[in-house]
């Protein structure tokens, strides 16, 4: 985790992570499941093993069910835009050699870095 960072990952899992002050605790979820999965720990170095365990958790817990564990996110995504904006990205893609997918995909990735 670093210092502008509040999510961890392992084995493909993301985590989100919040600093409960109350308790002065790190409380961390699995993020983009259906299933709750959640850990906590007292510092970062403890926090990272926890994330690891709950995630190696859900995992065997998941094969000891019968269960496909749920994977974050399949790598195909479908959203409506203005149709403007369908036209500009259209362009853009068009011009730059590339369609509209392989165009959209790289947009998507520099955004997120």
């Not at 094969?63 to 990205?89: I, L, T």
Request: proline fraction near 2%; hydrophobic fraction near 40%.
């Amino acid at each position: 985790m670093s210092a502008m960072s509040n999510t961890m990952t392992y084995r493909g899992y993301a985590a989100r992570i919040e600093y409960d002050d109350e308790d002065g605790i790190f409380v961390g979820h699995l993020a983009g499941i259906r299933d709750d999965v959640g850990f906590h720990a007292g510092n970062v170095e403890d926090l990272r093993a926890a994330f690891h365990e709950a995630v190696e958790d859900y995992l065997e817990t998941c094969a000891k069910v019968g269960k496909e564990p749920q994977k974050a996110y399949s790598g195909q995504v479908m959203f409506r835009v203005d149709p403007e904006v369908h036209r500009r990205a259209a362009l853009a893609a068009e011009l730059s050699g590339k369609s509209l997918n392989q165009w959209a995909a790289e947009v998507l990735e520099r955004a997120t870095g």
